[in-house]
């Protein structure tokens, strides 16, 4: 990839570089100051764009008034990912199929490097130590084949709505730094790529016009991305909050039934059930309906729970509808975030009580 950008008229690639602080002019950001190998550089540009990862170690330290949030990512922002690379000791015997999912743990295996080597993975929020207690409570319940664990990794992937506006006067975030992963599963690079793509339309475009790049010449890309996949996860997230409080039990019959998870015929990952995540038609909302009811019936589903869902999967539509009104320029902005405000805050704690201790999804 560097070669390619290398190949490139006027690209050069500077490395081992520590953002220490914006450069401005009347307010607007102009540039940065860098440590680049213990020596405090400047560079100029039209176009600073914070690709830091969870750090966000650019968009934190804006200017309060520069329309961009500055959170920064807490332990109850992020899933706290351990990896275990791990090989089975009798590879003949059976054992799970790689891309294996035990949604209720938030446990999975992953495709590894040999045909007898799998990723064990678990994220939770909060911290490691809930992660491994989640780990912990699966391996009680789950008898795997016996293994050998390879090598052990850990990191953290934002879980958290991003920040309202993703632009500011020659700013632009992206990624991790903007809190952009998919619900579900919490990955980032395919969900972010979505915004780059749109990104990437917006600033050629003003580059061909020779604009500049002000917060009005890039609002479209808030507009484009919230109105569309920001949408479609922030309701994703509220729903996901619905369904965090469910016991195996409720688990299994959701999943068995297919109220949340649909495999493809030829096998392929399970996606969040369409269906629950747009709008259904009366038919499918009325199966959808009679599934709950059935699973109440026979006790496999709590109505507490059962309420705690209805409640969330309405909110996750009012949120959702909300951003797929995103304002289409600044002006009208502030009153959009007040609403959206309003509707985060009706947001649920949910709780997952194991059989070792209990995780609290804030």
């Known amino acids: 990839m560097y070669t390619m950008l290398e190949s490139f008229n006027n690209v050069e690639l500077q490395f081992s570089c520590k953002f220490e602080q914006f450069l401005f002019d009347n307010g607007k950001i102009i540039g940065v100051i860098a440590n680049k190998s213990g020596e405090k550089k400047s560079y100029k540009a039209k176009l600073i764009i914070d690709a830091s990862g969870t750090t966000a170690a650019l968009r934190t330290v804006l200017p309060e008034n520069y329309g961009v949030e500055t959170f920064k990512l807490g332990p109850n922002d992020v899933m706290y990912v351990l990896l275990q690379y791990i090989r089975w000791l009798h590879p003949n015997n059976p054992h799970p199929e790689k891309d294996t999912s035990y949604i209720y743990w938030m446990v999975w295996l992953g495709p590894s490097n040999n045909d007898d080597e799998v990723i064990l993975g678990v994220g939770q929020p909060g911290s490691y130590e809930n992660a491994k207690m989640a780990r912990n409570d699966f391996l009680d319940r789950i008898k795997l084949p016996p293994y050998e664990i390879l090598k052990e990794e850990k990191g953290i992937t934002p879980y958290r709505r991003p920040p309202y506006s993703l632009v500011g006067d020659n700013f632009l975030c992206i990624g991790d730094a903007a809190a952009i992963t998919y619900p579900f599963s919490g990955h980032g690079v395919t969900a972010t790529w979505i915004l780059c793509l749109i990104a990437a339309e917006v600033i050629e475009k003003i580059f061909k016009e020779n604009k500049n790049f002000t917060k009005e010449n890039l609002w479209k890309i808030n507009e484009r991305y919230f109105k ?19 016991s195996e039990k409720e688990w299994n019959y959701f999943l068995k039934k297919g109220l949340i998870y649909k495999t493809s015929k030829k096998g392929a990952l399970p996606e969040p059930n369409k269906e629950y995540e747009q709008s259904m038609t009366f038919g499918e909302m009325l199966k959808f309906l009679l599934k709950i009811i059935l699973g109440l019936i026979i006790r496999k589903l709590s109505l507490k729970n059962m309420k705690k869902l209805l409640y969330s999967n309405n909110l996750a539509n009012e949120i959702k509808n909300h951003y797929e009104n995103y304002p289409s320029t600044p002006d009208e902005f502030t009153e959009w975030v007040s609403k959206a405000e309003d509707l985060w805050q009706k947001k649920l704690k949910a709780t997952k009580y194991l059989r070792n201790g209990f995780i609290e999804y804030y």
């Not at 569309?228 to 469910?246: E, H, R, S, T, W």
Request: proline residues 0%; neutral net charge.
């Open 228 to 246: 569309d996949q920001g949408a479609k996860f922030a309701g994703l997230l509220v729903q996901l909050f619905g369904i965090l409080n469910f």
